[in-house]
């Protein structure tokens, strides 16, 4: 059975400090993680994706990196700003094209 | 580019009842994916739908069941609605097993 676990479950921090969420996945058949922001009561929005061939991917402020035999994922993001303040969430993909996520981590970055 | 939709935004069913949610998938977008997420869980896949055929199906009972269309919109439709069916149900879109794009969801509330 597929399972995504993230860790912390919540966090909070003080503006502009450097942070780490992880998310760990039991199948190695992974075909690509993918991390998704989602403000309350909103749709996804998708922040990174990585192939499962890839290490790590980068968008601005933001660092996704892969590591397949440990079945880890970590999400950084640097310089956290008041607007990081969301819920956070990770999932692989496998065979047809079946997400499954993990519970998400809430980030509130505090002024 | 016309993104994913989804009709209605909100709405408040009565137990027993039967809802039909839908989805206007992106432009070029031949697969429709669903899933349920109920209040502080991550979502999870009910099923996906292409080419207008079942392609996957997650671990929900019968009276969750859909449609695709020619034009690849599709339906969710749920019947006998119990409580616990209370969510916020996201569709996503996407070109066969490449990456899936999110609508804004649907809230629904049984009461």
Do not use: M
Not at chain 1, 8 to 20: D, H, K, M, Y
Not at chain 1, 63 to 74: F, M, V
Not at chain 2, 20 to 49: D, K
Not at chain 2, 68 to 82: C, D, G, H, I, W
Request: charged fraction near 15%; include cysteine.
């Amino acid at each position: 059975k597929q399972e995504v676990t993230q860790i912390p479950a919540a966090l909070s921090v003080p503006e502009g400090e450097n942070l780490v969420l992880n998310c760990s996945f039991t199948d190695s058949a992974i075909y690509n993680l993918q991390w998704f922001r989602q403000d309350p009561g909103k749709g996804l929005t998708s922040l990174l994706l990585i192939q499962s061939s890839q290490r790590e991917q980068t968008s601005g402020r933001l660092n996704a990196s892969l590591d397949k035999s440990s079945g880890r994922s970590t999400l950084y993001i640097a310089a956290s700003q008041p607007g990081d303040s969301a819920t956070y969430l990770c999932a692989e993909k496998t065979s047809y094209g079946k997400l499954t996520f993990g519970q998400g981590t809430i980030l509130t970055v505090h002024p | 580019e016309t993104g994913v939709t989804q009709s209605p935004t909100h709405l408040i069913k009565t137990r027993g009842q039967q809802v039909t949610l839908r989805c206007s998938s992106q432009s070029g977008h031949n697969t429709v994916s669903w899933y349920q997420q109920a209040l502080g869980q991550g979502p999870q896949f009910i099923f996906q739908y292409y080419r207008e055929e079942e392609n996957g199906r997650g671990n929900f009972p019968p009276r969750f069941s859909g449609l695709q269309f020619p034009n690849y919109s599709s339906e969710l439709n749920v019947n006998a609605l119990e409580l616990d069916d209370s969510a916020l149900y996201l569709c996503a879109s996407s070109w066969a097993s490449d990456q899936q794009y999110f609508g804004p969801g649907t809230r629904l509330t049984v009461t």
